[in-house]
């Protein structure tokens, strides 16, 4: 009886792991304003970043998420985003409010998404001339350069080889590999890899 209490003391109690638990899934609040989200300057917001680099930290302790960052915690639960009338705004009319703002919203969303859910930390790359940049599983930006560059495209639409030319060489001049992202009417998305070869 005594040996049974001994091994029993040191773990946590039922309350305390579902108190924990439900600590651990309280969703971060954030704001929606001027097309952009800022999150409230909070230890669950700072993990975001920390974590898995969603956003960008500010020196206030809030994070500022990208319209698409924002998207994806809101549809995983993760983020509540109010707008400037402390409305909340649901995943529907934000979505709807996004693609107004950004052009190719919902193609680059559906890559986005299946990229984060498939484990990898993706990051804007604009400043290379990308959609996204993409880092191996278990880098973050700032420990080793992203590995690839992605281009999200809809299964429907169309490039011409001048584009495509263009799109290789922002790959190959920022020593990433160029991924195409083809977003079906299902919104399945399949990866093609695309590489110089020299004849």
Partial sequence: MSKKKETEEPLPKKEEKEAQAREHKEPVKATFSNERVLTESSDNAREFYNQS?????????????????????????????????NKEIYFEPFLK???KVEPNFWVRYCVYKDIR???????????????????????????????????????GSSLTWYEF????????????????????AETDVTYYEVRWLRP
């Fill in 97 to 99: 409010k996004s693609q």
């Fill in 117 to 155: 859910n498939r484990g990898y930390i993706i990051k804007t790359a604009l400043k290379f001339g990308a959609d996204f940049r993409i880092y191996d599983r278990g880098v973050k930006p700032g420990e080793d350069h992203a590995r690839w560059v992605v281009f999200p495209v809809h299964e």
């Fill in 165 to 184: 030319s263009a799109k290789n060489r922002v790959a190959h001049s920022t020593k990433k590999k160029l991924l195409l992202g083809i977003v079906d």
């Fill in 53 to 85: 680099r969603y956003g960008n930290l500010l020196d206030d302790g809030r994070v500022q998420l990208s319209l698409i960052e924002a998207l994806y915690l809101i549809e995983k639960k993760r983020l509540v985003a109010y707008d400037s009338r």
